[in-house]
Every structure is written in structure tokens, then in C-alpha cells.
């Protein structure tokens, strides 16, 4: 003899029973407790998330004897309601009774008094497969119902119904269940039917149901004939083809490092266990998106599908790294709609990753691209200054014997004399990033922002209007500002005109700061340490920031070749003539 189901031995019997539908069981248990019930509802949501259970519940509690606490479960109507004897509740599954003809029979035996209870009431699964004629009879009735009679229609497509018959229902939309409600429904059940159930073989199933309380009993059911009484986390693997999460971060790891023929080693070894591709790639999304909430957050109880310990593991990898990996990732999904080979999609797809990551690295160590960071003042700021000057001072003294030379290497210095007031283009680290942004403040960037969104039609920038438009200001304060920039904007906010251009043109503007252009991928890595060590309460102090200085005027220059003139051939021989007269 075959053994009752365990969705269906575990169905819940009363309104606490229910799981993860808190605000539908409120409303219709105090609709029953204050004697307002609707004549019409509608029960949407996807699978097996109560939708057909909620509607026996209102139907039982609408005809219980005991309404302080219907359903009760012990007075008539709700034996004969859970033995499915009651004449006043009828069930019907629009898939089977379409038909115009079915509709108008249940509106015909609708106007018949209750015979047991005090309402009758229509339940009408999957009411949206109803033919349209049939929809259209049922609309005259669900406006004007009898007065003891009660629909509930249940679906799981709303969107198929017609708004007439939407708009003439309480509607209660019902959502997925979450993961870890169904894992603690499972443990309670796994308890009571005596087998033994590990908390991460749980919480694997709940995944697996996406949501739906009755999938996920279905699975467990299916675990328990598999495992004998014991069901793990590998249990589970077996039966449905998975990885498991020690298997994804090696997986990870080797894309991380490089690591080629491990990860294809790893992906040959998962198709001849039949771990299925597409999962697993959904699961590395999923793996990479907690290593990310983990680096923002250091929150163990907002990760999804990690141990803390293995999202450490992946929060190591840098923010814009783990965002390029997923969008890698979700493109080769949408590949396996039409290839022929999901293993070799996901293996080109693993390709393409340790290339990316390739690339980030040689951005970061390679001397080539330094000009990526190098409109970032504020390092050697202080100190170059200091030592040029020095050296500038000591070519000014000219020597009286030579004086038409000594006024050529006059000039040079000159020439030169902006320079030490100007920024040195170098490469900032981390830390020197944390110093700038423990200076900003929302108030300067929301002022930079206003004056910025005016400079872009501005004639004074109007040569670099296009660089201008393609950076992003991501932080201010009072001294600074931090722009990040792509790659092919970088090239061009190097050039020293640019740089000295926005300054002048902010500062013309009433924002007196030094503009720092950082690329994206330094500025994500500084904003994940800026947090971390916020909550830690280390951030650095300031640094200190050196605004440009106009260059010191030299003398008249008539002066100076007035000088060198008579020095050069003798003042009894030089007459100066006033271009006036």
C-alpha cells in the first residue's frame, strides 16, 4: 500500500501553520474574526506557495462553529471540510471543466441554499485556463454574487485573467517562500518522521525549490529514499547533479589564479559526475555576488550560499574583478539557450575570465600603464617642490663676465618656474586614496556636482567637454576632488592643460579644490578598505592637498636687454633713445 505524500500529509491545517505568507494569513484571519469576509478572492503566486491551502482555510474558517478560533478543526464543518465530504465547499480545477456549459451549471447550483454550513463556497484552481465564453459568464456572478456564497480563485498567471474579473476580487498576491523559513519547516519535518536531515542538506533543498514549500517537500521526499534514513549535503549533489560549494571555490580559485588546466580538469570532472553546467554557472554567480556583499559588509548573515569563510576567500579578489566575472558569467547563460555544447560554452566562458582577470593584474603591475593613475597630484606633491627649488635658486645668480649668457640661462629658469608649483602626475596608492577620502563630505560633492553639470557646456571646457562627460565625480570634499575615469578617458585627463583647465575653471566657479582623476578599479579597490577599516576605526588622517600657484611674474624684460646691451659694448658707446620722442 502506498504511503501518503508528504506534501500532502504535512499540508497545513490551520493559519499558524502556514509558512512564509505572513501578511495573507493576517488580513484573512481578522476578515473571519471581524465578520468580513469577501464575496470574492483572488489567490496569486507561484507554485506551491499555499495558494490552494490559504483557500481551504478561509473555506473551513468562513462555516466553523467556533469563529473565536476557526478553523477549529473539531466541530463538523471541519471534519467534513479536511475529510473532503462537505457539500458546501466545492473544489473545481478550471484545466478540466473549461467549458461555457461547466460555468453556467456552477452558477445555477450556486443560487441553492448552504446545506450544512453557512456559505457556500467556490473553489476554482488555475482559473485563468478557463475559456473566454466561460470567463465572460462568470463575470454577472462574481459582481452580484448570493449572499452565502463566497469564490476564491487561485492562479498562477494572473496575467491571463481578465482585468473585469481582477477588479471584482480582493486580490492577495502570494511570494516565494524564503530559503531559510523552508529549511526550518524541513528540519521539523525531517524531526517528527523520524530520519535524519543535515541543516546544510536543508538548506540546499530549500535553493532547489526556488521558493515553493510543496517542490521542496517533494525533494526532501525523493532525499529520503535515496539517502536510508540519512540525508546530507552530498546526498543531495548525487541526486541532482550539483557541485558542491567546496568544488565552486576551487573552481573560483584556479579562475582567480590563472589556473587553466585545473578549471578544465574541474569542469570535465563535473560532466562525468552529471553536475549540471547551467546550475553550477548559476551557483558561481551566486557565489561571486556573496563574495561581494561580504567585502562591503563583513555580514555573515547576509550571505545566501557561502560560509563565511569561503566569501572571505572570493572578497579578496577586487570589487570591479568579481562585477566583470558575474556579467561574464550571465552573458554565457544566455548562451546556453542555443548552444549545442553547454560544457564548451561554460569552459569559453571560464576562458574568457582568467583572461580578464590576466588583464586587470598587468594593469596594476606593469609600468605601461601608469599614466592610468597619473592625474593624481597629491603624493610627491610636497616633496618634489622642496628639491627643485633649491637647485632653481642656484641657476638664477648671474656672473657679470658673461652677461648675454647669463641671460639665456636666465630664461630656462623661467620656462621652469611653473614647475615646481605644479602637481607631479604619479601613481597614488591605496592609502594615500583612504587619506583623501576621509576629507569628503556629501554637502562638496553635491556643490561640485551642480557647478560640474554647468562647466559641461561651458566655452571654457569646451575642448574637453567629451573627457569631462565620460568621468564621474565620486567623492569631494572642501580641498578635493575625486573623479574615476575609464581607460580611454585616462589618456587624455593626463595632459597637465586638462588638469590645470578644470582647476581653474571649478576654482573660477567657487569650488577651490584639487581635482584627482583615479581609475575605477583603484578607486572600487580604496572604497572596499575605506569601509572595512571605518568600522574598524583606522582610517588614516588627511592628506594634505597643494593647490596650483600661478607663476611668479619675472622682471620688465625691456630691463634686463637694456642691462645686457650696455654691459655688452660699454655704456660710452650705447645711447638710449625714448620711443616717445
Known amino acids: 500500500m502506498s504511503s501518503i505524500a508528504l506534501y500532502q500529509k504535512y499540508r497545513s491545517q490551520s493559519f499558524d501553520e502556514l509558512v512564509g505568507q505572513e501578511y495573507v494569513v493576517r488580513a484573512v484571519r481578522n476578515a473571519v474574526a471581524e ?18 491551502s490559504m483557500a481551504r482555510l478561509l473555506a473551513r474558517a468562513v462555516n466553523c462553529e467556533h469563529p473565536e478560533k476557526a478553523p477549529c478543526n473539531e466541530c463538523d464543518n471541519c471534519k467534513a471540510a479536511i475529510e473532503g465530504t462537505h457539500p458546501d ?28 454550513g453557512k456559505h457556500k463556497i467556490y473553489i476554482i484552481d488555475e482559473v485563468h485556463q478557463l475559456s473566454s465564453s466561460a470567463a465572460s459568464a462568470l463575470l454577472k456572478t462574481l459582481e452580484e454574487p448570493p449572499e ?15 482585468k473585469t474579473i481582477i477588479s471584482r476580487c480582493q ?29 546544510e542538506a536543508a538548506l540546499k533543498i530549500a535553493e532547489l525549490a526556488d521558493g515553493g514549500m510543496r517542490d521542496s517537500l517533494s525533494i526532501l521526499e525523493q532525499a529520503r529514499a535515496y539517502g536510508a534514513g540519512t540525508i546530507t549535503e552530498e546526498t543531495i549533489d548525487s541526486i541532482f547533479g550539483l557541485a558542491s560549494s567546496g568544488e565552486k571555490i576551487a573552481l573560483l580559485e584556479d579562475i582567480f589564479t590563472g589556473n587553466l ?19 553550477l554557472c548559476e551557483d558561481l554567480i551566486t557565489a561571486l555576488k556573496d563574495g561581494l556583499i561580504y ?6 548573515t547576509l550571505l545566501r550560499a557561502l560560509s563565511e569563510e569561503h566569501a572571505l576567500t572570493i572578497a579578496a579578489q577586487p570589487a570591479s574583478v568579481l562585477l566583470e566575472d558575474i556579467e561574464v558569467l550571465m552573458k554565457a547563460q544566455e548562451r546556453f539557450r542555443n548552444a549545442q555544447s553547454v560544457s564548451s560554452v561554460f569552459e569559453i566562458a571560464c576562458l574568457e575570465l582568467i583572461t580578464k582577470n590576466a588583464q586587470g593584474e598587468s594593469e596594476v603591475l606593469s609600468a605601461k600603464p601608469a599614466p592610468k593613475n597619473r592625474p593624481e597630484p597629491a603624493k610627491r606633491k610636497p616633496e618634489k617642490p622642496e628639491i627643485k627649488e633649491p637647485a632653481l635658486e642656484t641657476a638664477e645668480p648671474v656672473d657679470e663676465p658673461r652677461p648675454v649668457q647669463s641671460d639665456a640661462v636666465e630664461e630656462a629658469p623661467v620656462k621652469q618656474k611653473e614647475k615646481p608649483d605644479e602637481p607631479e602626475w604619479t601613481e597614488l596608492e591605496e592609502e594615500d586614496v583612504l587619506r583623501l577620502l576621509v576629507q569628503c ?10 557647478v560640474l553639470q554647468r562647466l559641461e557646456a561651458s566655452p571654457a571646457m569646451d575642448r574637453y567637454s567629451a573627457s569631462l562627460r565620460q568621468m564621474s565625480l565620486k567623492a569631494a570634499g572642501k580641498d578635493v576632488l575625486l573623479f574615476t575615469a575609464g581607460d580611454a578617458v585616462m589618456h587624455m585627463a593626463m595632459e597637465e592643460a586638462f588638469n ?7 576654482k573660477a566657479e567657487g569650488i577651490d579644490a584639487m581635482p584627482y582623476v583615479i581609475g575605477i578599479r583603484r578607486y572600487d579597490d580604496a572604497v572596499a578598505q575605506f569601509r572595512i577599516r571605518l568600522k574598524e576605526k583606522s582610517l588614516p588622517e588627511k592628506l594634505a592637498v597643494k593647490r596650483w600657484t600661478k607663476p611668479q611674474e619675472e622682471a620688465p624684460h625691456e630691463d634686463h636687454t637694456e642691462q645686457s646691451v650696455m654691459d655688452l659694448f660699454g655704456e660710452d658707446i650705447v645711447e638710449v633713445i625714448d620711443g616717445g620722442e
Do not use: W
Open 35 to 52: 465578520n468580513k469576509v469577501g464575496h470574492a478572492y483572488l489567490f496569486c503566486g507561484p507554485r506551491g506557495t499555499g495558494k490552494t
Open 89 to 116: 465547499i466545492i473544489e473545481i480545477n478550471a484545466a478540466n471543466e473549461t467549458h461555457v456549459e461547466d460555468i453556467r451549471d456552477l452558477i445555477e447550483r450556486a443560487r441553492l441554499s448552504p446545506m450544512m
Open 261 to 279: 588546466e585545473g578549471v578544465l580538469k574541474r569542469t570535465e570532472s563535473c560532466e562525468k559526475h552529471g553536475v549540471d553546467i547551467r546550475r
Open 500 to 506: 590645470r583647465q578644470l582647476y581653474e575653471t571649478l
Open 171 to 199: 486580490r492577495f498576491d502570494f511570494s516565494k517562500v524564503d530559503a531559510p523559513k523552508i529549511q526550518a519547516h524541513l528540519l521539523s519535518i525531517a524531526g517528527q518522521e523520524g530520519f535524519t536531515l543535515e541543516a
Open 295 to 300: 567585502q562591503y559588509t563583513r555580514n555573515g
Open 148 to 162: 452565502h456564497v463566497i469564490f476564491i480563485l487561485a492562479t498562477t498567471d494572473p496575467q491571463k485573467l481578465l
Open 441 to 450: 563630505d556629501k554637502a562638496s560633492k553635491a556643490d561640485a556636482e551642480a
